[in-house]
């Protein structure tokens, strides 16, 4: 690895978010009125993949969009962003993934996720893409493609020393072959319970639920669960030690791209060299500026954002 600027490579999805602002979630059967609509970019992969470039990271997105407007939409988006594209496979025979979201006045969203092109993702388009992996100083994963393709990159990667970075979303249960390979895993709380199979409604359940999935991970000194908390900030368990680092205090306009944006700029930090919990505390800063913005890819947030919204160095 002989990069100047922190690499990162991300596997991930690419979809365009169909989005409504409305009073509420209609019931079942229900038809609402609503307030607001707009179309963005989005997609896990993307999103994170845009967090990590704005934030001064050289990104190579590898995923899959369709051959329609969506599709182009994306892709001219990647250009825009700066993100290295060139393993981002049309496909003619699916269309590009969707995601149709609605959005209450405090700024929570309910989100159904049609994946359609992200499924077409395969093992052979990964291989296509292993010295950008293997280069990398890191690798981030999520769950919006399928498994089997993200397990092929985490191998990849650990046959090269390039750390591997797991967001377990959409929440569902993952072999232990996967996390295996997994240096860093960055659960949400929900994502906690259903992979720990263990209540967490305070912060020593979380702690003794975070244990229970590091136990599954890479064995080495250096992997760490960052169980993300929204609001109340993230916990950080390693071999050593377990600490929670708190949030930043805002007022939220839409929290749907909270997370991507904390593993965009935790990637971002990791691979400029920062210690754990420095790489945490920046992400932390980052999740807390997306909410603050409409939109998952016009929230993930720029190095300028989050230093005047925290004061934040390091």
């Known amino acids: 690895m002989n990069h100047t600027a922190p690499k990162v490579t991300v596997v991930g999805s690419l979809n365009v978010d169909l989005v409504c602002r409305a009073m509420r979630r209609p019931d079942k059967g229900e038809t609402l009125i609503g307030d607001a609509f707009d179309i963005f970019t989005g997609g896990k992969g993307f999103n994170q993949a845009t967090a ?3 934030l001064g990271a050289d990104v190579t997105l590898i995923g899959s969009v369709g051959a329609d407007l969506f599709g182009d939409m994306l892709l001219a988006a990647t250009e825009n962003e700066h993100i290295d594209s060139r393993f981002v496979t049309k496909r003619t025979n699916v269309g590009t993934g969707v ?14 996720v049609v994946p359609r092109a992200n499924m077409a993702l395969t093992t052979a388009n990964i291989d296509a893409a292993a010295d950008c992996i293997a280069d990398a100083d890191v690798l981030l994963l999520q769950l919006e493609t399928p498994i089997a393709v993200s397990e092929h990159a985490a191998a990849i990667a650990k046959k090269h020393d390039t750390r591997v970075i797991l967001n377990p979303a959409p929440a569902q249960p993952l072999p232990d072959s996967l996390l295996g390979y997994v240096d860093i895993l960055t659960p949400n709380q929900s994502e906690t319970e259903l992979l720990s199979e263990m209540k967490v409604s305070n912060h020593e359940e979380a702690r003794r639920a975070a244990k229970v ?14 169980l993300t908390l929204g609001e109340q900030g993230a916990l950080m368990l390693t071999a050593t030690t377990s600490e929670h680092i708190s949030a930043l205090s805002v007022e939220p306009v839409d929290t749907t791209g909270a997370g991507d944006a904390f593993c965009g700029a935790l990637a971002t930090a990791l691979a400029n060299g920062e210690t754990l919990r420095s790489a945490v505390a920046f992400a932390n800063a980052a999740g807390a500026a997306a909410v603050t913005v409409m939109g998952a890819t016009p929230s993930m947030p720029t190095r300028t954002k989050i230093d005047r919204l925290s004061n934040f160095q390091y």
């Not at 995601?99 to 309910?110: C, F």
């Open 99 to 112: 995601a149709t979201i609605v959005i209450e006045p405090d700024g929570d969203n309910s989100i159904i």
């Open 52 to 54: 990590a470039a704005r």
């Open 213 to 226: 999935l590091r136990a599954r991970m890479v064995d080495t000194a250096d992997a760490a669960v960052v």
